[in-house]
């Protein structure tokens, strides 16, 4: 209750969700899964500490008579908010058949012929590890799950998490078998208006958190317009793979929910810079925050940046907010965890409620280079190719400057709420190019319209690793913006040994409350 609490108590939600399957391990004592560390004769066996500690929390519950199930789903409720069970359709956290390690399924250990078979090449020591739900043996497998879950009354709803980790079929089949998950899905639907029937209550929603565009649905079988047609969907959380991504495309699927009774949310998460975990240093940073590490990939959320991400994804279509990875955080130990970074995520969290909510302060637009991956991917992702995301989206964006295109424009694109109807904007915009000496010359440009070279200044840090410059200009001398942006870069390199230069960062900061 005081776990439900840390969050409930400062912040208002409609749903409040709780990961209770992945699919075949569940995290209570079950009939229909294998709770996790039940194969294991002493919790002393799992090698795993915090696995480990989690088992025997399950176990030290169950034999106090304590329904954890229970005891928060009847807190969430007297907070005020539903209670919804998380299922994560094809969670793959055990990367190999390994019965050692709690989190890989008996089930997929029995049944290796039902696994998905891959014809890309994995990390050495890396196996794919998830059913594969073309087999029907699957997916009655885990309807057992769903309907052991669906009577327990204390569930108000149900969230299917299809990001973790996006694999349902054969790859290069998923395409043509979107038809078996929708079938699926319906299946869960029949379930959930029985239980609802059984309880004489009302309908028991279903959400569904899918990738971020309508093409990565498709591609891992995922056909949200026709779950939508069968009436099978209440919530539609559109979702990047572990980032608040302000470039998340929601207008997509705003498309296909227009109309209906479904809501559209936006994921956002903590964490905001993506998985590079090379140079440049993120010590004694202006702006963000790099908090566990000194790279990309330590920089959480600020109010400001928060702000400007929920500006993106309301401005077009979101109908609000799903916060990802949140509670995992609200502890005492970790990497960021601890009261202060509570009040930090806490703080943000409240500041992107609604749009008039979000536009009460500045907003920081910082668009990164979110899968630009140090080495190959080391885990048995759905897609595991550089500059993609685990789910297939291409959310990096890289410009080089090499000699092959000197003097050539590149376009670095960026959608921004604020400023998309032309109005003036008060404010900074920003961004390093690294490996670009103070004199090479650069001709910059907003939607095609240049900018006047006098209205720009540079900040030269030769003897950073690697060595930048910051080119740094106020929003009031900008050519306007629309929305969905441009900003051009032309480069005339001054030809000299090194590395060519390149950029991968921008940040606009919107000082004034524009509405």
Request: proline share 5%; aromatic share 10%.
């Amino acid at each position: 209750r005081e776990w439900v609490d840390r969050v409930l108590d400062h912040i208002d939600v409609d749903v409040y969700t709780l990961s209770l399957a992945l699919p075949d391990i569940v995290f209570y004592p079950s009939a229909a899964g294998e709770t996790l560390g039940q194969r294991f004769a002493r919790v002393e066996d799992i090698e795993s500490e915090h696995l480990r500690a989690w088992s025997r929390c399950i176990r030290a519950l169950d034999a106090l008579g304590t329904d954890p199930i229970a005891v928060v789903g009847e807190h969430v409720r007297a907070r005020g908010a539903a209670f919804f069970a998380e299922i994560r359709v094809s969670d793959t956290h055990h990367m190999s058949a390994d019965l050692s390690y709690p989190l890989c399924p008996q089930f997929s250990m029995d049944h290796p012929e039902w696994r998905i078979q891959r014809n890309d090449t994995l990390p050495d020591g890396v196996e794919e590890m998830a059913m594969d739900y073309s087999f029907p043996e699957v997916r009655a497998h885990r309807l057992a799950i769903v309907r052991e879950l669906a009577a327990r009354p204390e569930i108000d709803g149900f969230e299917l998490n299809f990001i973790r980790w996006g694999k349902n079929f054969i790859r290069e089949e998923a395409f043509d078998k979107a038809h078996v998950m929708t079938e699926f899905i319906g299946q869960i639907r029949q379930i959930l208006d029985d239980a609802a029937a059984a309880r004489g209550s009302a309908r028991l929603p279903l959400a569904m958190r899918v990738p971020s565009t309508i093409a990565e649905c498709l591609a891992g079988g995922l056909d949200p317009a026709a779950w939508l047609a069968n009436g099978c969907m209440d919530y539609l959380i559109v979702s990047d793979f572990n980032y608040s991504d302000p470039q998340l495309p929601v207008e997509e699927f705003a498309t296909i929910t227009a109309g209906t009774e479904c809501k559209l949310l936006a994921q956002m998460g903590d964490m905001i810079g993506g998985t590079w975990q090379g140079k440049p240093s993120m010590k004694d940073r202006e702006r963000g925050l790099a908090i566990f590490a000194d790279h990309y990939h330590g920089l959480l959320n600020t109010d400001a940046e928060a702000r400007a991400t929920a500006c993106n994804a309301y401005a077009w279509g979101a109908d609000g907010i799903s916060f990802w990875n949140i509670c995992v955080n609200m502890g005492d130990v970790g990497s960021w965890s601890g009261p202060d970074h509570r009040a930090r995520m806490l703080g943000w969290m409240n500041a992107v409620r609604d749009m008039k909510t979000a536009l009460q302060g500045p907003r920081h637009y910082h668009y990164m280079p979110l899968y630009k991956w140090l080495n190959t991917p080391l885990r048995n992702y759905a897609v595991n190719r550089q500059y993609h995301s685990p789910l297939g989206g291409q959310h990096c964006r890289i410009l080089t400057f090499d000699s092959a295109q000197n003097g050539t424009r590149q376009v670095y694109p960026f959608r921004m709420a604020d400023g998309r109807n032309g109005e003036a904007l008060t404010g900074t915009l920003r961004f390093p190019i690294f490996n670009l000496a103070l004199d090479d010359d650069i001709t910059i440009d907003i939607n095609g319209e240049p900018v006047e070279n006098s209205c720009v200044r540079r900040h030269g840090r030769p003897s950073t690793d690697p060595p930048v410059t910051i080119f740094v200009l106020a929003l009031a001398d900008c050519p306007a913006f629309r929305g969905h942006n441009e900003l051009g870069l032309t480069v005339s390199r001054v030809e000299g040994d090194g590395e060519s230069p390149y950029m991968e960062e921008l940040e606009l900061i919107v000082e004034d409350d524009a509405t």
